[in-house]
């Protein structure tokens, strides 16, 4: 595809998985020349990747002054809707975007603005790609309260994404969720599958080029690495690391995202902590490489705090196993992380992980609810395996994750996807002209027959 002016529309760039997945499409399409230009509502350069604030990517914070993300804390998905329609309305009015002269559009995460996008840019192709939806992701639908709030929301993000000219999810096990949510979604051709890719050039490379000082000597590691939330399912790595026979020369590391901010952060550990102790395993929490690195060694099981990203590559290359934890996982960046640094992974078998991770090649696959055979694994590769597996199974990992996640396999799949888009005719579909047109009828027939029955009264 010959190169084209695409404008990327993401509600927060922080650095999240969903930010890393934009960031990734924006810098490796720019790098098949095509110009790219990012908007948002937010981009904090004290919390957002380095591509973001570096000059690589031209990145320009709009619609940000008229509402706040959340008002102590609640009506998240209000402010997100009402902070992307004042972007798009900006922009427009601006005349900012109408000098990008834009040729496609990418939106991911929130479909709202769509239809508007859609109805003022009608030559103007639009991706949306669809991490998950959103819908799914809501919790305490048991409320009846929190029902009736949902309901207009979820609507707008259905319509949101019918309005898309084509639809791209991150697996297909999420293409699978999405096409039972929304039937017909992909129309003719389907929706589309892009998987995320992880850094096979750059800092990451680096663990596989070369390996750095273990930070435990003579101890044999097992590493989760997952946000501290519930449904993470950590628990279960502490339970298998538990059922252990002989533990000693061994450690479970439990590393990932921490924001004292974040009540469930906060609880989770805590509740870890408690089962940890529970099982009988003696446990420690550190929050730098510093105090991690002198822990006693009778710890059996270590609480990593916000882990940063080269104690990730540290932790990495320190590690026998990559354990991952959650089921039905729409994708999974970790264990990806993991094959390419030669660390076998253990996942469940759900998800995004039946995709990535090959069973008995480059990892292991076992039923989130047997944790006799998540035991039985780690007992494989701490006791029994020969190393001369395991550095085959690493070496296997490496290359899957090259051939198959690499930023250029990336770049090729949105190219093809974005060319094969804009060759194409628009499909109709319920357009917003239409939807305000039928408002302003029905408001219309409301008040002639308000009127009519005041006068007969």
Request: net charge neutral; hydrophobic share 45%.
């Amino acid at each position: 595809m010959k190169p084209k002016r695409l404008i990327f529309f993401h509600p927060d760039l922080g650095i999240g998985g969903a930010e890393r997945l934009v960031i990734d499409a924006a810098v490796a399409l720019q790098g098949l020349g095509h110009k790219v230009t990012i908007f948002t509502s937010h981009c904090d350069p004290n919390h957002c990747f380095d591509e973001a604030r570096d000059g690589t990517l031209d990145v320009r914070v709009r619609g940000n002054t008229l509402f706040p993300a959340t008002v102590l804390g609640r009506f998240k998905i209000l402010f997100a809707v009402l902070r992307q329609i004042h972007l798009i309305l900006f922009i427009k009015f601006t005349k900012e975007l109408d000098r990008l002269n834009p040729e496609a559009f990418f939106v991911d995460q929130l479909s709202a603005g769509v239809p508007l996008m859609r109805y003022w840019y009608p030559d103007t192709r639009i991706l949306f790609y669809c991490h998950f939806p959103d819908l799914l992701l809501v919790q305490g639908r048991k409320s009846w309260v929190k029902r009736i709030w949902r309901v207009g929301f979820d609507t707008l993000e259905g319509w949101g994404m019918r309005c898309a000219d084509r639809v791209v999810v991150n697996s297909e096990f999420t293409k699978g969720v999405v096409e039972q949510v929304w039937k017909g979604l992909g129309r003719e051709r389907g929706i589309g599958v892009v998987y995320p890719c992880v850094d096979t050039k750059g800092k990451s490379n680096d663990i596989v080029n070369g390996h750095q000082k273990p930070l435990w000597k003579g101890k044999k590691v097992v590493l989760s690495i997952n946000r501290f939330e519930r449904k993470k399912d950590v628990g279960l790595a502490l339970a298998a690391f538990a059922g252990l026979q002989f533990k000693t020369g061994s450690r479970l590391v439990i590393a990932g995202g921490y924001d004292s901010r974040e009540r469930e952060n906060v609880e989770c550990h805590e509740e870890l902590v408690s089962l940890a102790e529970g099982l009988g395993l003696q446990a420690a929490t550190a929050k730098n490489i510093v105090s991690a690195s002198s822990i006693p060694d009778s710890i059996d099981v270590l609480f990593l705090l916000s882990v940063p990203t080269s104690m990730k590559y540290n932790l990495l290359d320190s590690a026998e196993l990559l354990i991952y934890t959650p089921s039905n996982e729409h994708f999974g960046i970790v264990p990806l992380e993991a094959m390419l640094a030669g660390v076998p992974v253990l996942a469940a078998n759900s998800g995004g992980p039946l995709e990535t991770v090959l069973e008995a090649e480059t990892g292991w696959l076992r039923p989130f609810d047997k944790i006799d055979q998540w035991t039985e694994v780690m007992h494989q590769v701490l006791d029994i395996l020969p190393e001369e597996r395991l550095k085959k199974m690493g070496e296997a990992g490496k290359q899957h994750v090259k051939a198959a996640f690499s930023e250029r396999k990336l770049a090729a799949r949105l190219d093809e996807e974005i060319a094969a888009m804009i060759s194409e005719p628009r499909q109709q579909v319920t357009e917003l002209a239409e939807v305000l047109l039928f408002v302003a009828v029905t408001t219309m027939g409301l008040v002639v027959i308000c009127t009519v029955i005041k006068n007969v009264i």
